[in-house]
């Protein structure tokens, strides 16, 4: 059965360090999503990507982060200059259509920890 | 803006008794609602959604959940727990207005006793 998956499943890094962060998301999809989850809160949306840019972004998604889709197949996060406050669990997603109804297939995530 | 409340970040239930996990949403138009599953390492799994069709939605592993417009609840169901249910279970809602994304809630984790 497809499915996303993420690369790295954990990363340390220090402060202030950029840090990329890899997805394969399922091959027909059309839309992918990034989404993060600090320890002991709730996951949280920070942006939609389809047709090679971005459809959406929160307002968590600042100047620090950005995606792209350097290829067929890989969907990435970047973090220019990791804070502490950017430890969390970062998901990854994917669908084939608009999210309102088609499902949203999750990777396993990758923690993040920024000492 | 669209939110959703999951009450209970902690369930504890005997195996075999009813499963029974609450989520209330705010939406100012009509919701598709999702409640998903996640087991210990693992990603976030699709366990049902209702998108405006049958108010009564099944899902897998013998869930079901019922949305009701009168009290904005989407609660999640199963009669009959399993060791294997044992898991954190997030409900999730997407509005149009509110574009293109899911709003999850806090998460409610099961606890499965023998």
């Known amino acids: 059965e497809p499915e996303v998956t993420q690369t790295p499943s954990h990363q340390v890094t220090q402060m202030g360090q950029e840090v990329i962060l890899r997805c394969v998301p399922i091959s027909n999809h059309l839309y992918f999503y990034w989404y993060r989850q600090i320890l002991g809160q709730k996951v949280e949306f920070l942006v939609s990507?389809?047709?090679?840019?971005?459809?959406?972004k929160s307002e968590i998604f600042d100047d620090q982060f950005s995606v792209e889709r350097p290829d067929g197949s890989n969907f990435t996060l970047k973090i220019r200059s990791t804070k502490l406050e950017d430890s969390a669990m970062y998901f990854c997603a994917s669908s084939v259509g608009g999210p309102l109804q088609n499902e949203q297939f999750f990777g396993p995530g990758t923690r993040l920890t920024v000492l | 803006a669209q939110s959703v409340t999951q009450l209970g970040s902690h369930v504890s239930v005997s195996e075999g008794a009813l499963v029974l996990l609450r989520c209330n949403y705010s939406s100012s138009v009509p919701p598709y609602l999702f409640w998903y599953v996640q087991y210990p390492n693992q990603g976030l799994q699709l366990l049902l959604k209702y998108t405006s069709a049958a108010t009564l939605v099944k899902g897998i592993n013998g869930f079901e959940a019922e949305f009701k417009k009168s009290e904005t609840s989407f609660h999640l169901t199963k009669p009959s727990a399993h060791m294997s249910d044992a898991a954190e279970y997030f409900c999730a809602v997407n509005a149009k207005a509110a574009g293109n994304k899911l709003t999850f809630g806090g998460g409610t984790r099961v606890l499965v006793k023998p």
């Open positions: 990507f389809y047709n090679n840019e971005i459809s959406e």
